[in-house]
């Protein structure tokens, strides 16, 4: 099974041309495990430079810790939990759970056992599309609030 992901940015300038359809250049990657192919179809709600970021998030917690304990959907849904928290969005973790299927209390074990080994916080560059992160900063900085603050999720 493979995954089509955004791999890089398209220059600005293009981007008008594009008028709502997938901007290039895409890279289809092979998903290496029964996690990733569970994993996949709620990353794709995510946009396609998001769902790279949230590969790298699986793989980066992979690497970590090994050999990671759970079933593949709740590694999943706590995968995609993650991201739903670091980008601030109002989903509910029973929710994500639901989309996969699996227990919100599962869930959200597995969702702390890779927001501490990762260390997450919220806005966290290395994870998600810092665009929007961006556009807050800039917005706090201009209202005279100072900057996101680098909080634990």
């Given amino acids: 099974m493979t995954l089509c992901l955004q791999t890089e940015e398209l ?3 293009v981007r008008p041309a594009f008028r709502g359809r997938a901007p290039l250049p895409l890279q289809t990657v092979h998903l290496r495990d029964d996690v990733e192919r569970a994993l996949a179809p709620g990353l794709q709600l995510f946009g396609l430079h998001q769902a790279a970021l949230g590969l790298r998030l699986w793989r980066d917690y992979q690497r970590k810790v090994r050999d990671p304990a759970g079933r593949p959907e709740t ?7 993650a991201l739903v928290r670091m980008i601030a969005a109002e989903i509910r973790q029973a929710e994500v ?12 074990t597995r969702f702390a056992e890779i927001r501490e080994a990762l260390r997450l916080k919220q806005f966290d560059r290395r994870y998600i599309d810092d665009r929007p992160a961006w556009r807050i900063e800039e917005t706090m900085r201009a209202s005279g609030l100072g900057s996101v603050p680098d909080a634990p999720l």
Avoid at 75 to 81: C, I, N
Avoid at 97 to 108: D, K, N, Y
């Fill in 97 to 108: 759970a639901s989309t996969f299927g699996v227990s919100a209390g599962s869930s959200a």
């Fill in 11 to 13: 220059d600005p300038a």
């Fill in 75 to 81: 590694l999943a849904a706590a995968t995609v939990y």
